[in-house]
């Protein structure tokens, strides 16, 4: 729980004062309660949320300025480096890592939902095959709901926490299968004999006609990692709206599917996909100078890098650009658009220009360059990241149901008409 800290922030407002209490975490900046301000017939003006914590939470933090993640307290690189992702999902869930009974308890949970009611496998032929999978996974986890909500009781914490399992094991069958659909392949049923990352490669590549096909521990790997790197990351603009959605009490599959749908904008989780088409459109090193240009007449963006938090380096591209080097090295690729995406850094990270905005590479910018090397299709970058963030928005929307919450219902500061009549 948050703790009182005694001090009190003083607004004077009309030749009044109020009085704001303040309130400190564990980590982190205290936070102004500023409800009483309403008392005063105002309200706070704070558009993007620029300075507001929109709600107490116990999951991760972060510090921009020191680039530090961390999840329960464990900084990424470790978790990244010393565990799976379903250890790190258990970690997110539960608070604690999972010791090794725990460990194979949870991971044979998971594999045991892995499965989607056959119905569901009937909403892709609704779709056309050049439909982008991210339009299709909004789709068809938001159907989801339709198969678990009359005996879905959110108030039960077993119903809650059977959600979170259904939700982390079944996002990897079905974004497998948004990528089959656009390519008219068959639907590659989940095995139990394979890893969370190698199933879900399993089921994006094998055939049935390819009865020996392999999973490449190296890409599996890879794959975990990735998976890992884009767990959770504390009060971003899909994990919001996941909570916000929550808040109403509405069906957590909605939820989720909110927050894919949030995630999918080219400034949030789209960017991995969106930084490919820039390296694509650059072309060679030789263009980078003059695209650099075009960034500072503002005509384009340099995709991949800035960060609302992040005000030196993100954490998770270190991590990601170490990976991206080792899959690169082990697969023998010597891709050109690695070489062009460390000059676009070399140049940023010397460049006033963006110096002077805090603009480092982030999350998403090596992760399409080792999943290229991984064979995912770029249209398919978002979607793995929506995947991999499953965890972390229901992790939020657990945290959220285990608390008394209230709906959440901002308000605005109108500048419209005021109040006319009709003339007819
Ligand atoms: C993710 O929130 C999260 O935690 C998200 C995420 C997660 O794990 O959930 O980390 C995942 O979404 C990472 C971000 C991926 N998005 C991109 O890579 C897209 C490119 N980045 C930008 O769109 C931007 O940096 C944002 C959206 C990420 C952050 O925008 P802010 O905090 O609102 O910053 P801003 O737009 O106010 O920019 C401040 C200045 C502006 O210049 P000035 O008006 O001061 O002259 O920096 C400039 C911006 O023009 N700027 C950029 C830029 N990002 C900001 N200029 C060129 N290229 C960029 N990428």
Known sequence: MSEATGK?????????????PIYSGTLGPDVIDVKDVLASGHFTFDPGFMATAS???????????KGILLHRGY???????????LETCYLLLNGELPNQEQKEEFDKKVRAHTMVHDQVSRFYNGFRRDAHPMAIMVGVVGALSAFYHN?????DVNHREITAVRLIAKIPTLAAWSYKYTVGQPFMYPRNDLSYAENFLYMMFATPADKDYKVNPVLAKAMDRIFTLHADHEQNASTSTVRLAGSTGANPYAC????????????????????????DEIGSVENVAEFMEKVKRKE??????GHRVYKNFDPRAKVMKQTCDEVLAALGINDPQLALAMELERIALSDPYFIERNLYPNVDFYSGIILKAIGIPTTMFTVIFALARTVGWISHWLEMHSAPYKIGRPRQLYTGETQRDIKR
Do not use: R
Request: with cysteine.
């Open 8 to 20: 009190k922030a003083v607004l004077q407002l009309d030749g009044k004062e109020i009085e704001l």
């Open 55 to 65: 709600c107490e939470s116990k999951i991760t933090f972060i510090d921009g300025n």
């Open 75 to 85: 900084p990424i690189d470790q978790l990244a480096t010393q565990t799976d992702y």
């Open 151 to 155: 005996q879905l009781d959110i108030e």
């Open 256 to 279: 989720i599917s909110a927050g894919i749908s949030a995630l999918w904008g080219p400034a949030h989780g789209g960017a991995n996909e969106a930084v490919l088409k820039m390296l």
């Open 300 to 305: 384009v963006k340099l995709m991949g890098f």
